[in-house]
């Protein structure tokens, strides 16, 4: 059955580093989301892509953060100059009619440390 | 924007037993609502959804409710098993395709 997957599945990271989160949506998937969880609290909204743009971001997706769709097949998300507070589960989703329409499929998440 | 209230954080049952989740929604223009399990080191995954034209839906042992009045929808699982146990986050969409916002979890255990 195809899978949403995404790498690393942890990564530490000093305060003030870049990372990149990578994620590989489902094949014939127009439609890319990263979702943020802070651990035991809820699963926040952080930017949904479609056609090679962002179409929407929540208040969270400030200018620390980009998207990133290189060669058609990634989707990665990038994090500059990462605090604490960004220490969270990162969740790739993707979908084929929408966030309104059907089923988002999620990855099973890329751990983020940041000491 | 949306915002989408759930309860109970943490939810205790026997096996056997139901188990009701509830969640309300502030946004009146959101007309889907699914629902979502996540198991322990995984993503979330769908498990039942509804749309605002129907009252409720059943799938075998889950089922979900929508008083669309209210502002209000719960998720309902009868003869809970241990494998039901899991985080269960409720979700509201409205007219386009590019956000969904989500509860903020219950956590069930079923215990044997």
């Known amino acids: 059955e195809p899978e949403v997957t995404q790498t690393p599945s942890h990564q530490v990271t000093q305060m003030g580093q870049e990372v990149i989160l990578r994620c590989v949506p489902i094949?014939?998937?127009?439609?890319f989301y990263w979702y943020r969880q802070i651990l035991g609290q809820k699963v926040e909204f952080l930017v949904s892509?479609?056609?090679?743009?962002?179409?929407?971001k929540s208040e969270i997706f400030d200018d620390q953060f980009s998207v990133e769709r290189p060669d058609g097949s990634n989707f990665t998300l990038k994090i500059r100059s990462t605090k604490l507070e960004d220490s969270a589960m990162y969740f790739c989703?993707?979908?084929?009619?929408?966030?309104?329409?059907?089923?988002?499929?999620f990855g099973e998440g890329s751990r983020l440390t940041v000491l | 924007g949306e915002n989408v209230e759930q309860h109970p954080s943490t939810l205790s049952v026997q096996e056997g037993d139901s188990a009701v989740i509830k969640c309300t929604y502030s946004?009146?223009?959101?007309?889907?609502f699914p629902w979502y399990k996540q198991e322990l080191g995984k993503g979330p995954q769908l498990i039942i959804d509804?749309?605002?034209?129907?009252g409720e839906k059943k799938d075998q042992r889950i089922a979900v409710t929508l008083n669309k009045t209210a502002k209000h929808f719960s998720l309902h699982i009868t003869e809970t098993q241990p494998e039901d146990s899991a985080v269960y986050f409720c979700?509201?969409?409205?007219?386009?395709?590019?956000?969904?916002?989500f509860g903020a979890g219950t956590r069930l255990t079923v215990k044997p």
């Open positions: 989703a993707s979908s084929d009619q929408g966030a309104n329409t059907g089923e988002l499929f």
């Open positions: 094949s014939n998937h127009l439609y």
């Open positions: 509804i749309r605002s034209n129907v």
């Open positions: 946004d009146s223009a959101s007309n889907y």
């Open positions: 979700a509201a969409s409205w007219g386009n395709n590019n956000d969904m916002r």
């Open positions: 892509f479609y056609n090679n743009e962002i179409s929407e």
